[in-house]
């Protein structure tokens, strides 16, 4: 019975995810460019920081995410998200006995 088995592996996905067993679980690891804390202090208003921002040649993704590191100005961040980790499918099963 068991030579008959066939199993198949493949992606489900073709971004690289980088998993860190963090905190007693699984996380994702991925980074994030966020303003530095003494900059959002200094200007509160958001629309002025922006503005400092853009002077500066930062720049924006297509969802308005900050994606240019400056120096002074803004800095990489790693975040760690809960993630559930699957390590396999059975999508079918076939009883011999019968």
Known sequence: ???SQHYE???FSEEEIVLTYKWKSWRR?????VFLDSILEKYPNGKKLHD?????????NCHRMICTVIPGITKEK???????VIF????????YSF
Do not use: A, H, R
Not at 29 to 33: G, R, V, Y
Not at 88 to 95: L, N, T
């Open 88 to 95: 396999g499918i059975k999508e079918e099963y076939y009883d």
């Open 78 to 84: 790693n975040t760690y998200e809960k993630v559930n």
């Open 52 to 60: 400092t921002y853009e002077k500066l040649n930062g720049k924006y």
């Open 1 to 3: 019975m068991s030579e």
């Open 9 to 11: 592996y493949k992606d």
């Open 29 to 33: 690891k991925s980074t994030n460019i």
